[in-house]
């Protein structure tokens, strides 16, 4: 019977609410990731720049892990190695938001650390002249202005996280495209579906891009610019 359907009835009575939900899925793993990942690689970026030898290996081994080794296999580490190893029920969706919050943030780590390192040295050396601690200077005068400068690269970063949760298809997590695979297999008209899947991702990347953009002309308009 939905074979005989038109491409907009096919797509308006089956297609897009089912898309809709895999969407949230796909928009809460990317927020939920994204914030964690933002979390954990400010920390890893700060270990990384740290003069505190023990702080810097672990930093780089962490980034180098999870840069040197596919995500796709680390969802899959994630979901069934861990729970045997530490003996945890382990969801898909924790499981999915663990791997991809993991891996965003070791790439978030090097963007955050780039960001750190361009800002002029002079600051630094003018903020102890002023009597600044390390500490005061680097979260009171380096780290405000690394956010301004950061936010391109960081978009993108998010842009690439939204793809990458199609991934955790892999562990039968109901987001975008394992919704889309599965309708497409049941009614057999995948173009239909391929086409609302790609542009749903497609508009999730523009709300970040939009989302971005003000917020980048906010921090300029606050910093004088």
């Known amino acids: 019977m939905e074979n005989s359907l038109s491409f907009w009835a096919f797509s308006n009575t089956i297609v897009i609410p089912r898309l809709l939900e895999g969407m949230a899925i796909t928009l809460k793993l990317t927020l939920i990731s994204g914030t964690i990942g933002f979390s954990i690689g400010m920390i890893i970026a700060l270990m990384r720049i740290s003069t505190i030898k023990i702080l810097n290996w672990i930093a780089l081994f962490y980034i180098t892990l999870f840069r040197g080794t596919p995500l796709l296999l680390q969802i899959l580490f994630i979901y069934f190695a861990i729970p045997t190893l530490i003996d945890i029920n382990l969801d898909s969706f924790p499981a999915g938001i663990l791997a991809l919050s993991l891996n965003c943030a070791a790439y978030l780590a090097e963007i955050f650390r780039a960001g750190i390192l361009s800002i002029p040295t002079g600051q630094t050396e003018a903020a102890k002249a002023l009597g600044l601690s390390r500490h005061q200077t680097m979260f009171k005068i380096i780290i405000p202005q690394t956010y301004r400068r950061i936010i391109p690269p ?43 899947a ?28």
């Open 198 to 225: 790609g542009l749903g991702y497609l508009i999730i990347v523009l709300i970040l891009s939009y989302i971005a953009s003000r917020l980048e002309r906010s921090l300029l308009l606050k910093g004088g610019v």
């Open 154 to 196: 960081v978009v993108n970063e998010f842009s690439a996280l939204t793809k990458e949760t199609s991934l955790v298809s892999v562990i039968s997590l109901g987001e975008l495209l394992y919704v889309t695979q599965r309708i497409g297999a049941k009614y057999l008209r995948p173009w239909e579906v391929y086409f609302w």
